[in-house]
């Protein structure tokens, strides 16, 4: 299993370097044919471009669109993304990768002086964080790039965007349409919330799908008419809300949290991330703060003093987080001293506010919709020698991820590398390793690294039972796995100590 892990990566190696020998030779291939302009062929005009989409789509078996698509691809890719480009030569992307970039920089003038500075930058991205980019995290990263050398034209899209909101209708076959409206981020996911929880409100011999109770219900709530259960049950045990209920509990149920600086907030230049959407911009953050049912909190607790600060020697500066050589890092407590496993709301809000995302590399599950899983496992029996109750040893997991983390024989681990990031690992049973995000939200908010959550003493100590040298651990299934689980662990940090030396400090 071992190799054939190792064989797996490297064939997405090989595939991406192909996809990259593909896009080199069909831009010469359209360099050429744009170079000779158009031929006349029995009086008939053929543009350069349309020769290359000919040539392209016959010799790779793609239809006329399809071939379009590979040579815009292409263009931009050359023209516009050439560092990001050689990533893919080198096999640490893979072709939708680029796909993603590519999309997310396309509004850029072709003629802005970003363009490669923007370049640059992702592609030095992509190669120090090593690790997973999920879609959504390599979204994140492209826009936060975009914004930071260019705030004004990302103000200025948001604005066309937003002035751009309508409703739509389209015709379809068959006596059916569509219906649908453009709107800021938030008041999408407030409709679709007030829309959902009508529709899930019938008793469950409904019979309809999901799909069919949600569009009975935007007509519903579009029109004010009735949205009732169709059981036909006399028994019916539906408690179908009135309209007017359904609105004004969304407007009081609905949560869309929001990470920012307490600088943007306040008016200077920056970005925030709203979950479910990603990167939006100050102005963006601003005014969502400056609705009436804004509740902003900051992330360090309020009312509990910080158990202290600590300074933490951070490594070189980094293009991406300009900080400090020296960081101070304010402590406060993680779990409540009388149930040292539970964090505390303040470190549980934290930790989903610094991850975004569930911890399982290429999960783009919500973190707050995920549950907080000890990294390494809490020991009842021993908490010393188990794993903390602490920022840096819990990460949100999806529910599956957690499932599958208990259940299963993968171990993930969670620690800071030399330049003080936060990385995650999971090893598969045979002891492959495999990184986990390339980036949190840290990467985003800089300042987040100064914040910590420790498990604090106990006190009173937890009563614990007494045992003598001799005794033999707990003997059950979940006490073996997490002592194997200890020695694993025990054995990658050696491992990767081990590595340090070797190589210097890690490249990341
Ligand atoms: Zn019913
Ligand atoms: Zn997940």
New binding site residues.
């Given amino acids: 299993m071992y190799s054939l892990m190792d064989e797996l990566k490297a064939s997405q190696c090989r595939e991406s370097h192909e996809h990259w020998a593909r896009y080199k030779t069909v831009h010469a291939i359209a360099e050429r044919c744009i170079t000779t302009g158009n031929t006349f062929d029995g009086g008939i005009v053929v543009t350069g471009e349309a020769d290359c989409v000919q040539r392209v789509s016959r010799q790779l078996s793609l239809t006329r669109r399809q071939a379009e698509i590979l040579i815009d691809e292409t263009i931009t890719l050359h023209e516009n993304l050439p560092e990001v480009l050689d990533t893919l030569r080198d096999g640490i992307t893979t072709r939708w990768q680029l796909q993603v970039i590519a999309s997310r920089t396309a509004l850029i003038p072709a003629d802005s002086s970003i363009i490669p500075i923007l370049d640059a930058d992702i592609a030095a991205n992509l190669r120090t964080k090593k690790g997973a980019w999920s879609r959504a995290r390599l979204r994140d990263m492209v826009d936060r790039l975009v914004f930071r050398h260019d705030p004004d034209l990302v103000r200025e899209r948001r604005k066309e965007a937003l002035d751009n909101r309508g409703m739509w209708i389209d015709i379809l076959d068959d006596g059916t349409g569509v219906f649908s409206a453009v709107m800021s981020a938030e008041n999408t996911r407030i409709a679709a919330k007030a829309v959902r929880a009508l529709a899930d409100s019938v008793c469950k011999h409904d019979g309809r799908t999901v799909g069919q109770r949600n569009s009975d219900a935007v007509f519903a709530l579009c029109t004010g008419t009735a949205f009732e259960c169709l059981c036909g049950r006399d028994d019916c045990t539906a408690q179908v809300r009135d309209l007017g209920d359904v609105v004004a509990s969304v407007s009081s149920e609905v949560r869309i949290h929001v990470v920012t600086d307490a600088a943007t907030l306040n008016g200077a230049p920056g970005i925030g991330w709203m979950d479910g959407h990603g990167v939006v911009i100050d102005e963006h953050v601003r005014d969502l703060a400056a609705r009436p049912d804004a509740v902003i909190t900051p992330l360090t607790p309020v009312r509990t003093p910080p158990m202290g600060v600590v300074a933490e020697t951070d490594g070189p500066d980094t293009d991406d987080t300009p900080a400090p050589s020296t960081e101070l890092v304010i402590v406060y407590p993680g779990s409540l001293p009388s149930d040292p496993y539970r964090p505390t709301q303040a470190c549980a809000d934290f930790v989903r506010s610094r991850h975004g995302y569930?911890?399982?590399p290429f999960?783009d599950?919500s973190a707050f919709d995920?549950d907080l899983d000890h990294v390494a496992e809490f020991d009842r029996q021993n908490p010393s020698r188990g794993g903390a109750t602490s920022s840096e040893n819990l990460n949100p997991?999806?529910r599956?991820?957690h499932l599958h983390k208990t259940f299963g024989d993968w171990i993930d681990v969670q620690y800071r590398d030399e330049d003080g990031r936060l990385i995650t690992e999971c090893i598969t049973p045979e002891g492959h390793r495999i990184l986990g995000d390339a980036e949190t939200l840290e990467d985003l908010f800089p300042n987040l690294r100064r914040i910590r959550f420790e498990q604090p003493a106990q006190a009173p100590p937890t009563p614990r039972v007494i045992t003598g040298d001799d005794t033999p651990p707990p003997n059950n299934r979940t006490a073996a796995k997490h002592a194997r689980r200890r020695a694993e662990r025990a054995r990658n940090r050696r491992e990767r100590e081990r590595r340090g030396q070797i190589d210097g400090p890690a490249p990341f």
Wanted: net charge neutral; glycine share 20%.
């Fill in positions: 569930c911890g399982e999960c599950h995920s997991k999806c599956y991820g």
